[in-house]
């Protein structure tokens, strides 16, 4: 099997030519991301939401240097910028530029790198290559026990090529993605691990994926819009639980098709659908060994009619979401699909928006989400009935920008991560499902004076009400709570350019109430997390339109926290880099 694998690694160079999808850590809005460098052309207007013209916002002009500090995200996923081909790391001007090429290190041998190059670059055709790399190492000091460190091992890597031609009434996309991701499960673990023949903890595990896709949609105007697109992606982990046993491989066809027609002159119809075919294939497994869960091969259906109409003051959209899962677990429900947006005033607007969906927890959306998961473990799709928001945004004066906003969310079979350690195995995270509903409410602020300075300040309160989806075995229930998702979160960026040249970033986040449990031998002990409380400074100076330079300085705080239990983020740290557009 390894000599399996060493071929593969030989592949790389090749395929990466061809295709790419990596996770990639940003420092503070959201633990983990995936970076899209490619070009996307889909608006897919038969399922867009309706909305008025933008508020005016003040631009808070982030330094987008993406960073490795965390290995896994917080949960729920904070807000992410996608940073798009040939626009990141620098405030240098891009449109002239066709590519891009960025390298930093630092401590904890964090290294990033990226190249993009857009080949064709005009109305008719677009075609663009990216590359990226991520990996970190280095030792962590565990929370759990007193001057105990773990060496980490983390690289990751993107290609992706993608290419878009517009003819004069529609655009059609092509495009492929590798994905690579070698990683170790060093997470604190409470067993004697020399008594087992499952991972060591210096194992690394490897995840990959090869994607394909195409498509093309009618561009505005037409009488008739319509909207087809297919992908196909393969997925597979390099073991299961055990360095004897080969991982799963997963095999996923997808498909959006929509159609939709204006009449009246400010009314439109339509109807949007996607499907999602999900095909596993298992490993044979050495005598002796406990097969795992069994892989449900199944599809994840949805179909939305809508209606929208279009007033001086006002946008609606009305709809509903009807949704079909197959297989062993099929369930058939439905939700709201709503938009509603009134200018109350000038640059004022309430809005409000309900929604549903089918979140399909695949192999490759669960290893996106938390690397660490369990890989022998079929995780069931969740049902979302209800995800609605309500809210005010107003600019109500120059450079100033708020939004008030509060909104719930019912979803069954949510998937809470839980660290476990039976059995003397590795710390892993096993996908516990639940009944959840939350309630939040909060504030964002923007503040921007001229090119100077620039402000914003968000806070969410979560709270949270979870209910067990099976009736729980041995004793009375405990009190579950919403594991590993903070119940109040704060983020600020303050952007600073004291010259031309320079900008100085300070970026704060901050989230408490994060709860998780201890489970082995049966014991299910309650436990609160630390905070996350982050503070991250990045100096960014561009020499000339073409090359830039960048130092960046992360937990200033010194603070120690895990993101998963056992699993311990990095502490102060440092990066120094250079990025040329060219």
């Known amino acids: ?273 996607k499907m999602e075919y999900l095909n596993y294939s298992l490993p044979t497994l050495p005598s002796g060994y406990v097969p795992p869960l069994e892989f449900d091969n199944h599809a994840e259906v949805s179909l939305t009619p809508y209606y929208l109409v279009e007033g001086d003051f006002w946008k609606v959209k009305l709809g509903a979401n009807v949704m079909f899962i197959t297989g062993e677990n099929d369930k058939i429900f439905a939700s709201p699909n709503i938009a509603v947006d009134v200018r109350a005033a000038d640059k004022t607007i309430l809005y409000l928006k309900a929604d549903g969906q089918i979140q399909s927890n695949s192999a490759f959306e669960m290893s996106k989400r938390n690397r660490y998961v369990n890989p022998w473990q079929d995780v069931m799709p969740s049902r979302v009935w209800l995800d609605g928001i309500a809210g005010l945004k107003s600019g109500v004066a120059p450079g100033f920008w708020f939004d008030i906003f509060a909104g719930y969310k019912a979803t069954d079979n949510d998937v809470l991560f839980i660290q476990k350690f039976e059995n003397n195995l590795i710390n892993y995270s096993a996908a516990d499902y639940y009944k959840t509903k939350l309630f939040f409410a909060g504030v964002a602020l923007k503040y921007s004076y001229q090119d100077f300075f620039d402000f914003s300040l968000k806070g969410v309160f979560n709270n949270w009400s979870v209910e067990e989806m099976e009736a729980w075995v041995g004793g009375d229930a405990p009190e579950f709570e919403a594991y590993g998702r903070p119940k109040a979160e704060i983020t600020s960026i303050i952007d600073v350019r004291p010259i031309d040249k320079l900008t100085i970033s300070a970026k704060y986040y901050l989230a408490t109430g994060r709860k998780t449990v201890f489970y082995a031998l049966q014991r299910w002990d309650p436990i609160d997390m630390d905070n996350i409380n982050e503070l991250n400074v990045t100096g960014l100076y561009t020499l000339n339109k073409t090359v830039g330079v960048y130092a960046q300085l992360n937990n200033l705080l010194f603070q120690k926290y895990d993101l998963l239990y056992g699993y311990p983020a990095q502490g102060f740290s440092a990066m120094v880099g250079l990025n040329i557009n060219f």
């Not at 295709?19 to 399922?47: C, F, H």
């Not at 040939?86 to 090429?101: A, E, H, L, P, W």
């Not at 996309?173 to 994905?179: N, S």
């Not at 949609?217 to 997925?235: C, K, M, P, Q």
């Open 1 to 273: 099997m390894k000599t399996i694998y060493s071929v593969k690694a030989g592949c790389v160079v090749a395929l990466m030519m061809i295709a790419g999808t990596i996770q990639a850590q940003d420092d503070n809005l959201k633990r983990e991301l995936t970076l899209e460098r490619e070009y996307d052309p889909s608006v897919q207007d038969a399922n867009k939401v309706n909305t008025l013209p933008e508020i005016k916002q003040p631009k808070v002009q982030k330094t987008t240097i993406d960073y490795a500090t965390q290995t896994v995200p917080a949960n729920p996923e904070k807000e992410i910028s996608v940073l798009s081909s040939g626009k990141v790391m620098t405030d240098i001007v891009y449109n002239k530029n066709r590519g891009y090429f960025n390298v930093g290190a630092g401590t904890y041998l964090n290294i990033n790198g990226d190249f993009g190059y857009h080949f064709l670059n005009t109305d008719k055709d677009q075609l663009n290559l990216f590359l990226s790399h991520r990996s970190s190492g280095g030792k962590r000091k565990y929370i759990q026990a007193e001057n105990v460190k773990q060496k980490v091992h983390l690289n990751d890597n993107l290609a992706g090529l993608n290419y878009v031609h517009n003819f004069d009434k529609a655009s059609m996309k092509l495009g492929a993605r590798y994905g690579y991701s070698a990683f170790n499960y060093f997470g604190y673990n409470v067993s004697d691990l020399s008594a087992t023949n499952l991972f060591s903890i210096d194992t690394k595990q490897v995840n990959q994926q090869i994607s394909l896709n195409t498509g093309v949609e009618s561009r505005e105007g037409v009488a008739l819009g319509y909207l087809l697109d297919l992908d196909f992606t393969n997925f597979s982990h390099k073991y299961g639980l055990s360095e004897d046993v080969d991982g799963i491989k997963e095999n996923t066809i997808g498909v959006k098709a929509g159609l939709h027609a204006p009449f009246g002159g400010n009314q439109r119809v339509g109807v949007f659908g």
